[in-house]
């Protein structure tokens, strides 16, 4: 046991996760899945990766928004781009939990700003940006380089159900095209298996064979009931494994399975204020729901012997 998912304890979380693989990989077993079934989707942030005390691509979109504010006083006065003039990731981190408990005022605000910034954009250009931002750049706390900030638990995870026959998707609030440019590299997740928010796009003519360009309009947010609706559209199937850590998770987390697959349900719990972060908001649903239907709660504090990689 100890040469497999070395980062966790020997926990009955890590034990639960062993035995489902086990079940469902096993020709003889009541539980066997084919390897075209086994379907495993993930969220991104707070799953996969730090989300704390800002999102990583909220804080990419941050410094963007202060730039247009940097030659504009006229936007200091308005939200979304005080905020990020005023590097205040409170506000940003106080919407989104204000989203999760059903309040979705301050996210439309937000909304406003990241669409603004997104009309004229080619995709090329979003993932180009993504990706080096997400190289480059260091989270405000942690110290750490951005690409450093995602779970090595959860990068084992992800290469022992590979391992397995699993197919892995990433299935986040985030955008999509901020997500594909660095999907493969960070997570071996390819981008074609990458389900996010999307904006509405127009084709472009141009002397390299045409552009897909981003426009001022959304497409889909990929959040709440929406994230099983994008499974299925993507997969055409219910994932066996799913695993979130906030209340835009619960949709994917009870279409796991469904009811004739078996089902592996993981809510990642961040209790660890020193190795990371302390928190709950926005995750209360989720925590109840995990409790009472016997969902295998993820603890930071005590699952995991190592947070981040290296």
Not at 95 to 121: K, N, P
Not at 130 to 143: C, Q
Not at 245 to 274: K, W, Y
Request: include cysteine.
């Amino acid at each position: 046991m100890n040469e497999m998912l070395p980062s966790w304890h020997d926990t009955p979380t890590k034990q639960a996760i062993l035995d489902f693989v086990a079940a469902v990989t096993d020709e003889s077993s009541s539980r066997y899945v084919p390897a075209t079934e086994r379907i495993a989707v993930f969220d991104n942030d707070g799953t996969l990766w730090c989300e704390k005390p800002v999102y990583i691509q909220m804080d990419f979109i941050l410094r963007r928004l202060a730039a247009q504010a940097e030659s504009d006083l006229a936007l200091r006065a308005r939200q979304p781009w005080q905020a990020a003039w005023n590097r205040d990731f409170a506000w940003f981190g106080d919407a989104m939990t204000q989203h999760y408990q059903g309040d979705d005022s301050a996210l439309r605000v937000v909304l406003s700003g990241i669409l603004a910034l997104s009309d004229g954009q080619a995709v090329e250009q979003v993932e180009s940006g993504a990706r080096a931002f997400v190289d480059n750049e260091r989270h405000p706390t942690l110290g750490l380089a951005y690409r450093n900030c995602v779970y090595q638990p959860m990068l084992e995870l992800l290469r022992y159900l590979e391992g397995h026959g699993f197919s892995n998707y990433i299935v986040s609030g985030g955008g999509r095209d901020f997500m594909r440019g660095f999907s493969e590299d960070l997570y071996g997740v390819p981008r074609e298996r990458v389900i996010g928010s999307t904006v509405a796009y127009r084709y472009v003519e141009d002397e390299h064979g045409g552009a897909i360009v981003q426009r001022a309009d959304l497409d889909v947010i990929n959040d709440g009931p929406d994230k099983a609706v994008q499974i299925w559209n993507v997969t055409g199937r219910r994932p066996i494994l799913a695993a979130g850590n906030s209340n835009g998770d619960l949709a994917m987390l009870t279409f796991a399975g469904g009811p004739t697959l078996p089902a592996l349900r993981l809510l990642v719990v961040h209790d660890d204020g020193e190795r990371e972060f302390e928190y709950s908001a926005g995750a209360e649903k989720a925590l109840d729901t995990t409790q009472s239907q016997g969902w295998t709660a993820v603890s930071i504090q005590r699952d995991w012997r190592q947070i981040f990689p290296g």
